[in-house]
Nanobody, 127 residues
Framework: QVQLVESGGGLVQAGDSLRLSCVDS????????MGWFRQAPGKEREFVAT????????YYTDSVKGRFTISRDNAKGTVYLQMSSLKPEDTAVYYC????????????????????WGQGTQVTVSS
């Protein structure tokens, strides 16, 4: 059974950094793309970043480019989201998700391209 567990969220000030982690247990982590999504209060969940199964390709939503970095350690079954220069508008619950296609090297930005989700971790950025 797939289980994704996020950690690393918290309350920070604008301009600070945080690193989120997501551990995937119970499946062949290294075979699938991983993604981060977020949902702010009163808004729909949105795509943030994705990384291919081997880490060879990453993709970000425009609002976080140059500030966020997604990475993965397949040996540890963990995907990370390093967030820098945080802004109040980054405040949201952040979710990690595992892709559906084995060894797929394309960009996956849509929710339907992911079939396993974590419970989320809250990130709050104060101004």
């Amino acid at each position: 059974q797939v289980q994704l567990v996020e950690s690393g969220g918290g309350l920070v000030q604008a301009g600070d950094s945080l690193r989120l982690s997501c551990v995937d247990s119970g499946r062949a982590f290294s075979l699938y793309a991983m993604g981060w999504f977020r949902q702010a209060p009163g808004k729909e969940r949105e795509f943030v970043a994705t990384i291919t199964w081997n880490g060879g390709r990453t993709y970000y939503t425009d609002s976080v480019k140059g500030r966020f970095t997604i990475s993965r350690d397949n040996a540890k079954g963990t995907v990370y989201l390093q967030m820098s220069s945080l802004k109040p508008e980054d405040t949201a619950v952040y979710y990690c998700a595992a892709g559906t296609r084995v060894l797929y090297s394309g960009v996956t930005t849509r929710e339907y391209e992911y079939n396993s989700w974590g419970q989320g971790t809250q990130v709050t950025v104060s101004s």
